[in-house]
């Protein structure tokens, strides 16, 4: 699985910080603004007409959501485990990382870091909070995010942390407003916490560095130019964004109308680059990867008309100075993903932007450039929901993110900023109760369906199963009834097959003799010394040497009746020959071992005992014929009188 990644410009700006400027000291931008700059913070301001929503939507889709993955995307192994404190203290030793192959840059790790934050947070909000609380608690206390002054630094490394602050600070000022009640504070750590991040908002302005000039608001055509034109671009560029959204959601949160309205100005400076084609310039002069930074703006505006429309303002309808609405900036994104080369007159301008020349990147079939960009239409309707319930009908269909969150749910959350625009939207709109009682709803209907349906397979299983039992029952009936007639000495119990000619009783003469086994199958082996009595004679001495023949599912006895053996053996002996040419070795085998079977589910073993009684009948051999019927009559007995007197 791999996360997308997104590369932030080593912007060579500078943050105005609290020691000689303040907020009134910034340009004010008069071709900007906006309705949005009068707007006013309401009393007792809440996002969610009910805070169970968003409580509802991480416990339906926390499921696959992992914070290992970001670790995995990213290579964070060597780094990981100091986040926390880097961020914190505010490491500047991290700008070190993009020397070391670890990252693009300290700004670049820290947002994988609040990423990996994230992703944890959702995934567990009550532990996963606490590296927040911890964070902001130390930045109240020790104030260490400042843009540095020092002249020892590089330029790149002034616009490394002026990037990694404004990020960061804008991300976290909108994820605490959104998640105010998961974070544990007591009322002196809340006042310092806010205090310091509206300050913060407040009073740093994105500014150029030396020999750059502000990104020029009214005239867009400087975004076409090829090379450096010393337009600092980052001063319109992805932190306002972030400084917007964060001012503008903690603003509303706190009631700080100061801090609201410096958001809107951010705002406002950012929607004034977009131009009468609805394009965001600054990411459209990404080179080949224009697309990619295209498609954060869906959630962004998302989140920024969910705000407005809390305070009764109407976002998609807002006018911007180009000309376009912010419901036709959506119209123009779902346009240009499936024509990227409306982006080229910006794209060009840094044709090696990125790992692949703009030109070689524009030769490319649109499936390839989504690919390489992310670009996942059901996504992006999905985090433009609400101009699609508005203006798109024809999205419709590509809207529910549920189905496939297992596979896409890292393009919902922590994707541009840290909190998730499809959650905010979702939770405001109170559309995962609705949803998960649709849910329980067509769960039902499909259980009662799937009841009725499963009923209906089950009676018509049935039938049929009673029609084939009663075909394999007569079928088996006819079978058993030939296979009896072949073994008429058995009857069939079940799926056994019992003796049934009259049984014999062995009577102890004197105890047994055990003996030595010579096999495994050799068991209560021993000489024994009785009569066999049945019914019309019996036998006054019955002396083998016999052992219980173990084997699977059959009782089966065995007797040696070689020549050395009791003389009472002597008719067996002498029909042993012949008896094996008949019927085989299984119950006459070359040993002189005679083998006597009362119960067995082996159809082998009952047709040759069939065979030995057939033998014997037909033999003209009354002495032979007796002794066979005394000992297959008391296999039984025989059988029992070893188990119970001689040891196995």
């Known amino acids: 699985m791999k996360k997308i990644l997104f590369i932030f410009v080593l912007s060579l ?72 404190r880097a961020i914190s203290e505010w490491d500047k030793s991290w700008l070190s990382h993009k020397g070391q192959g670890l990252s693009n840059g300290i700004q670049s790790s820290f947002i994988r870091c609040a990423t990996f934050f994230t992703h944890q947070h959702f995934r567990n909000r009550d532990e996963g909070i606490k590296v927040f609380e911890r964070i902001l608690l130390s930045w109240a206390k020790n104030e260490p995010v400042a843009y540095p002054t020092s002249n020892n630094l590089k330029m790149w490394e002034h616009g490394a942390l ?175 993903i499936y024509h990227p080369e409306k982006l080229n007159k910006y794209a060009f301008g840094i044709p090696d932007y990125g790992d692949l020349d703009v030109h070689e990147f524009d030769k490319l079939p649109l499936e390839e450039k989504w690919h390489r960009e992310y670009i996942n239409p059901k996504v992006l309707a999905a985090q433009s929901k609400g101009y699609v319930l508005r203006y798109r009908p024809d999205l419709m269909s590509m809207i529910d993110y549920s189905k496939k969150w297992g596979k896409f749910w890292d393009n919902y959350i922590s994707v541009f900023v840290n909190i998730s625009g499809v959650a905010v939207y979702e939770a405001f709109n109170q559309n995962v109760s ?65 003796l049934n000619l009259d049984q014999a009783e062995f009577f102890e003469i004197s105890p047994p003799n055990q003996q030595n086994k010579n096999v ?50 002597r008719p067996f002996t002498r029909h042993q020959a012949s008896l094996q040419k008949e019927c085989g070795l299984g119950l006459m085998n070359e040993y002189d071992w005679m083998s006597f079977v009362s119960e067995t589910t082996n159809m082998k073993s009952a047709k040759n005992q069939q065979c030995h009684y057939d033998y014997f009948k037909e033999a003209n051999d009354e002495e032979a014929w007796k002794l066979f019927q005394a000992v297959l009559g008391g296999t039984d007995s025989t059988l029992n009188y070893l188990e119970e007197n001689v040891e196995r």
């Not at 071709?31 to 939507?57: G, H, I, M, Q, Y």
């Not at 089950?458 to 007569?474: C, G, H, N, P, R």
Request: overall charge negative; charged content about 30%; some cysteine.
């Open 162 to 336: 002026g990037y990694a602050s404004t990020m960061l600070v804008g991300d976290f000022a909108s994820f605490y407003a959104v998640y105010y009640d998961d974070f544990d504070f007591t009322q002196d750590q809340r006042q310092a916490v806010e205090s310091y991040l509206s300050d913060w908002l407040i009073n740093h302005d994105i500014d150029p560095p030396r020999m750059y000039q502000r990104c020029d608001l009214e005239d867009l055509t400087k975004f076409e130019f090829i090379g450096n034109n010393f337009m600092s671009i980052d001063y319109c560029g992805s932190n306002r964004w972030r400084l917007a959204l964060g001012a503008v959601y903690l603003g509303l949160k706190t009631g700080n109308q100061k801090l609201f309205t410096a958001g809107n100005r951010h705002l406002e400076i950012a929607l004034a680059v977009i131009d009468k084609d609805g394009i965001y310039a600054p990411w459209a002069r990404k080179g080949a990867l224009a697309l990619s930074y295209q498609r954060q703006l869906p959630e962004v505006l998302t989140l920024l008309a969910v705000a407005y429309e809390s305070i009764g303002y109407d976002f998609y309808e807002h006018q911007l100075p180009h000309g376009k609405k912010i419901h036709e900036v959506y119209d123009a994104f779902f346009d240009f």
């Open 434 to 498: 609705n949803f998960l009682q649709e849910q329980d709803e067509k769960l039902k209907e499909k259980q009662e369906e799937n009841r009725l349906r499963l009923k209906k397979n089950a009676e018509a299983i049935k039938a049929k199963k009673d029609q084939e039992q009663e075909q394999l029952e007569t079928k088996k009936a006819q079978e058993q009834e030939q296979l009896l007639a072949e073994i008429p000495i058995y009857d069939m119990n079940d799926e056994a097959l019992i």
């Open 520 to 569: 495994g199958w050799e068991t209560h082996k021993a000489e024994i010394y009785g009569e066999l009595r049945l019914e019309n004679f019996h036998i006054p001495k019955f002396r083998p040497l016999a052992f219980k023949f173990d084997v699977l599912n059959e009782s089966r006895l065995s007797i040696n009746v070689g020549e050395l053996n009791a003389p009472e053996f």
């Open 13 to 84: 700006y500078s943050i105005q910080g609290f020691a000689s400027n303040t907020y009134d000291s910034f340009p004010v931008h008069e071709f900007a603004k906006s309705p949005l700059r009068d707007l006013k913070v309401t009393e007792n301001w809440e996002l969610f007409k009910d805070p169970s929503e968003l409580d509802l939507l991480h416990e339906r889709f926390k499921g696959p959501v992992h914070e290992k993955y970001s670790i995995g995307w990213w290579n964070m192994h060597p780094y990981v485990d100091d986040c926390e």
